[in-house]
């Protein structure tokens, strides 16, 4: 039980940490708060990560009818960086695009869930930490990623992702060239 709830304490200052920063506009918690003021256990934490890792595996299969269903007809999804932002039809698109390029996807998570109780990012959210793999262009390419959930009457409304995408793309054979220097 204590290693759940270091987990679960660990997810929340994350989660905390990167919406104080202003990515949604929430701002700071008082330091005269406590996490259990903020976040509690999920009652729906077994169909919530069941729901979310559905959709997981529904992208990574190819069965992106499946995957569209699991989510709202507002969902709005986040990342890798915070000014990346996708529709559920660029979502499937996009994962479209990858279907047609990539092979061998595999994807392997540990999940999380909790309920933020107030402000902008109420409701129930499911967290992912895990791996995506897959085969293009003849490179295997594996990398660890973040994903957080929120769900809504059983559809995922709102995500974030982060991942490294500049290793994705260099592994791939792209270059970064700096800026000229204009003098």
């Keep these: 039980m204590k290693t759940k709830t270091f987990f679960l ?5 994350v989660f905390i940490l990167t919406y104080s920063t202003g990515i949604q506009g929430q701002t700071a918690p008082s330091s005269q708060s406590s996490h259990k003021d903020m976040v509690g256990e999920n009652p729906n934490a ?35 960086s915070p000014t990346d932002s996708t529709s559920t039809e660029q979502t499937i698109s996009s994962w479209k695009e990858n279907c047609e390029v990539q092979s061998n996807r595999k994807v ?3 999940p999380t869930t909790f309920r933020v109780f107030s402000g902008d990012q ?17 490179k295997n390419i594996s990398f660890p990623f973040q994903y957080t959930a929120r769900v809504s009457d059983g559809k995922i409304n709102l995500d974030l992702i982060y991942y490294d995408k500049m290793y994705i793309l260099q592994t791939l054979g792209y270059k970064v060239t700096p800026p000229e220097i204009v003098k």
């Excluded at 990574?60 to 507002?74: T, Y």
């Excluded at 109420?122 to 897959?134: I, L, M, P």
């Design 9 to 13: 304490t660990t997810l929340m200052f």
């Design 46 to 80: 077994d169909a919530d990560i069941k729901l979310v890792g559905d959709f997981l595996n529904c992208l990574v299969s190819g069965d992106l009818d499946k995957a569209k269903s699991l989510l709202s007809e507002n969902f709005k999804g986040y990342g890798p």
């Design 122 to 138: 109420k409701g129930d959210w499911v967290a992912f930490w895990g791996n995506y793999s897959f085969t293009q262009d003849g």
């Design 108 to 110: 392997g998570f540990m």
